[in-house]
């Protein structure tokens, strides 16, 4: 390991200077025409896996953007080890709110990054903690000190719900075959306490539309009199809530699996402030499920949230229209044992139900997700333990997460293997919104500890 780390040492600008680079490339998924970025940044992935010295290094057509694949088999009797990540990003909106451009990456100095963190959109979620895999491997190829197999899969589709990669992964289940799968789009709860993502929540994402009259009317002719599309969408999604923040969905939490009084109060120990986490948000209280604290309203119960909402005039000054049309995308976070596909049919049709006379409503399902726990008894959380451990000099926590990853389920029902979600990120490091940074201690801690999770691993395998 010490060649490993002082090649690490040696090349840390050259790492850096490489991800602002990939950073650079506006790969937003979700949006048609940014293709060619995206497609530009996956060639940019697969160049560098093949320069660090993968073989058999190629991208994977889908029906929507590419997967890149490469591998390096050692022996094909030792393990194997699946790193999965994904090089598109969310979309920058809104670009006001931005310090800087999202994609011209600079480094700047804050309280939780002194030695500085990289803001640009993509910088942690997942450019930043992808790229430390394919660093840290590089540093082992040139160091002569893989002790195992390796495989990448990066797919370009995970921000707009990874449609293609199941399809991919059963397509292609032999070439991919391997006994664990590493992946690195998680966080840890800060950089003197070290964690290691043990669950995740599931996800339902759907779109509203209710429509009253067939076009925009006049507000002082016609209000009062008709239904207002954006009056009735906000009525409607405020009784989605009980006065005790439960979800008001009948049959919601049905299959909901009860976390016993032990594992909440061993979740509870975990260091959180939350005078703290008010000051940070700057908000002057907290709100969620009656009866559960913050850190389990975040993890282990569901949740209902409106993501955006739209309709009748926006622009600047004023236009008194009576809207036809109101929309809304809402998402709702899962828990073990929730089904993605029985929730979204439950809410679609209490949701057709509370509609009242005087329109119509459309609820169109997006992308879903399964929620998943991973245990603390096997030989890659062990992996994973010690080798935080020996980077950060103390044992890492068990951690559940609220953010879903809804590839982890799939990836243990078609290869049959867990997967260990090695996270380095914060969750103040503003992924998703403005000002998205990635803290430079984190990257290179990253590059550091998997290697150590590649030697742990192979021993503990033996």
Same mark, same amino acid.
């Given at each position: 390991?010490?060649?490993?780390?002082?090649?690490?040492?040696?090349?840390?600008?050259?790492?850096?200077?490489?991800?602002?680079?990939?950073?650079?490339? /506006?790969?937003?998924?979700?949006?048609?025409?940014?293709?060619?970025?995206?497609?530009? #940044?996956?060639?940019?992935?697969?160049?560098?896996?093949?320069?660090?010295?993968?073989?058999?290094?190629?991208?994977?057509?889908?029906?929507?953007?590419?997967?890149?694949?490469?591998?390096?088999?050692?022996?094909?009797?030792?393990?194997?080890? $699946?790193?999965?990540?994904?090089?598109?990003?969310? /979309? /920058?909106?809104?670009?006001?709110?931005?310090?800087?451009?999202?994609?011209?990456?600079?480094?700047?100095?804050?309280?939780?990054?002194?030695?500085?963190?990289?803001?640009?959109?993509?910088?942690?979620?997942?450019?930043?903690?992808?790229?430390?895999?394919?660093?840290?491997?590089?540093?082992?190829? =040139?160091?002569?000190?893989? /002790?195992? %197999?390796?495989?990448?899969?990066?797919?370009?589709?995970?921000?707009?719900?990874?449609?293609?990669?199941?399809?991919?992964?059963?397509?292609?289940?032999?070439?991919?075959?391997?006994?664990?799968?590493?992946?690195?789009?998680?966080?840890?709860? =800060?950089? %003197?306490?070290?964690?290691?993502?043990?669950?995740?929540?599931?996800?339902?994402? !759907?779109?509203?539309?209710?429509?009253?009259?067939?076009?925009?009317?006049?507000?002082?002719?016609?209000?009062?009199?008709? =239904?207002?599309?954006?009056?009735? &969408?906000?009525?409607?999604?405020?009784?989605?809530?009980?006065?005790?923040?439960?979800?008001?969905?009948?049959?919601?939490?049905?299959?909901?699996? #009860?976390?016993?009084?032990?594992?909440?109060?061993?979740?509870?120990?975990?260091?959180?402030?939350?005078?703290?986490?008010?000051?940070? !948000?700057?908000?002057?209280?907290?709100?969620?499920?009656?009866?559960?604290?913050?850190?389990?309203?975040?993890?282990?119960?569901?949740?209902?949230?409106?993501?955006?909402?739209?309709?009748?005039?926006?622009?600047?000054?004023?236009?008194?229209?009576?809207?036809?049309?109101?929309?809304?995308?809402?998402?709702?976070? &899962?828990?073990? %044992?929730?089904?993605?596909?029985?929730?979204?049919? !439950?809410?679609?049709? *209490?949701?057709?139900?509370?509609?009242?006379?005087?329109?119509?409503?459309?609820?169109?399902?997006? *992308?879903?997700?399964?929620?998943?726990? #991973?245990?603390?008894?096997?030989?890659?959380?062990?992996?994973?333990? &010690?080798?935080?451990?020996? #980077?950060?000099?103390?044992?890492? $926590?068990?951690?559940?997460?609220?953010?879903?990853?809804?590839?982890?389920?799939?990836?243990?029902?078609?290869?049959?293997?867990?997967?260990?979600?090695?996270?380095?990120? $914060?969750?103040?490091?503003?992924? *998703?919104?403005?000002?998205? *940074?990635?803290?430079?201690?984190?990257?290179?801690?990253?590059?550091?500890?998997?290697?150590?999770?590649?030697?742990?691993?192979?021993?503990?395998?033996?």
């Amino acid at each position: 390991m010490k060649a490993v780390q002082d090649y690490i040492k040696s090349n840390k600008k050259k790492f850096l200077d490489e991800l602002i680079e990939v950073l650079e490339i /506006p790969s937003i998924s979700a949006d048609s025409k940014y293709n060619k970025d995206v497609r530009k #940044t996956a060639k940019f992935v697969a160049s560098k896996l093949k320069s660090a010295g993968a073989k058999k290094v190629k991208l994977y057509e889908t029906e929507g953007h590419p997967i890149v694949y490469g591998e390096k088999v050692v022996d094909k009797s030792l393990p194997t080890i $699946l790193v999965y990540g994904h090089y598109d990003v969310q /979309p /920058p909106d809104p670009l006001e709110l931005w310090d800087s451009p999202p994609f011209k990456p600079v480094i700047k100095k804050t309280k939780l990054h002194p030695k500085g963190a990289i803001f640009a959109r993509g910088a942690c979620d997942d450019k930043g903690q992808m790229y430390m895999h394919l660093k840290a491997f590089e540093s082992m190829i =040139a160091t002569d000190s893989l /002790p195992c %197999n390796v495989k990448f899969m990066i797919e370009g589709e995970e921000e707009v719900g990874s449609d293609n990669l199941g399809i991919f992964c059963k397509e292609y289940k032999k070439m991919l075959a391997c006994d664990v799968v590493l992946l690195s789009d998680t966080s840890i709860i =800060a950089n %003197n306490v070290p964690s290691i993502t043990t669950g995740l929540r599931g996800l339902s994402y !759907l779109e509203v539309e209710v429509t009253g009259p067939n076009r925009d009317l006049h507000s002082g002719v016609y209000g009062g009199a008709v =239904a207002n599309p954006c009056n009735i &969408l906000c009525d409607m999604i405020a009784s989605m809530h009980d006065k005790n923040g439960k979800v008001a969905i009948p049959g919601f939490y049905k299959d909901v699996k #009860t976390v016993s009084a032990k594992e909440r109060k061993e979740m509870n120990k975990a260091p959180f402030s939350l005078n703290q986490y008010k000051k940070d !948000l700057k908000i002057k209280d907290v709100k969620g499920e009656k009866g559960y604290t913050t850190l389990e309203r975040t993890s282990i119960r569901p949740t209902l949230d409106v993501n955006g909402m739209w309709g009748g005039y926006t622009g600047e000054g004023a236009k008194t229209v009576l809207p036809s049309k109101a929309f809304a995308k809402i998402s709702m976070r &899962l828990v073990p %044992n929730q089904d993605s596909a029985t929730i979204t049919k !439950l809410f679609t049709k *209490h949701f057709k139900k509370i509609a009242p006379p005087g329109v119509t409503v459309k609820v169109k399902p997006h *992308h879903g997700g399964t929620p998943a726990v #991973t245990p603390t008894n096997t030989p890659e959380y062990k992996a994973a333990a &010690l080798a935080m451990e020996k #980077t950060f000099g103390k044992k890492p $926590l068990p951690q559940r997460s609220g953010g879903s990853i809804p590839i982890v389920a799939l990836f243990e029902k078609v290869f049959g293997v867990k997967s260990v979600l090695l996270g380095f990120g $914060l969750d103040s490091d503003d992924i *998703h919104s403005p000002n998205e *940074h990635f803290g430079l201690f984190n990257f290179y801690r990253g590059i550091e500890t998997i290697p150590y999770f590649y030697k742990y691993y192979c021993e503990l395998k033996k």
